[in-house]
């Protein structure tokens, strides 16, 4: 599997960050508009639907449609692990039956005076397009991640 990074400093409190990427709405706000991201459905670790927060074992059913082109991607994103303890907080979902054959994202948070630092590491394998680590991921991620940090910056900094 290949890896993709990006970090970004946030000048807003730890828990506040935290906070919002462990929600819906944090995922919503945070997909661009061209994604066409529709959210399908939410079952919460004891099955509930539409948890308060998404914790693990959480399965979110998305679908997206890049540009309006081509049919919706379907697809389930698992929490598979999370994690909060002293100014540290991760976690990672799994896509399942999605459009990638293999994905796996972890969101790291980390306070530091005041501020917050948000780590993306995503470790994936494209699909027959190309091989891991080609080109066309840094044409398809950095864009969306660059979006994410300047949109969670817009949304948090005081």
Known sequence: MATYQREVWVDAP?????????????????TPGWMNLRVEGIRGPEGESDPDVLGNRTEIRLSLRPFDVGPRQ??????????EEDGAAMFRDVMEG?????WEHTHQFYAGD????????VNYRFP??????SP???????????YRHRKTKKLLER
């Open 98 to 102: 999605g459009p990638f054959p293999e």
């Open 128 to 133: 027959a397009l190309g091989e891991p680590g």
């Open 74 to 83: 379907r697809w389930v994103s698992k929490i598979v692990r999370r994690e």
């Open 14 to 30: 730890f828990e506040d960050v935290w906070r919002f990427y462990s929600t819906l709405d944090g995922l919503e706000a945070l």
């Open 114 to 121: 005041g501020k917050t630092l948000v780590r993306d590491v």
């Open 136 to 146: 066309l991921a840094k044409v398809g991620f950095e864009p969306m991640f660059r």
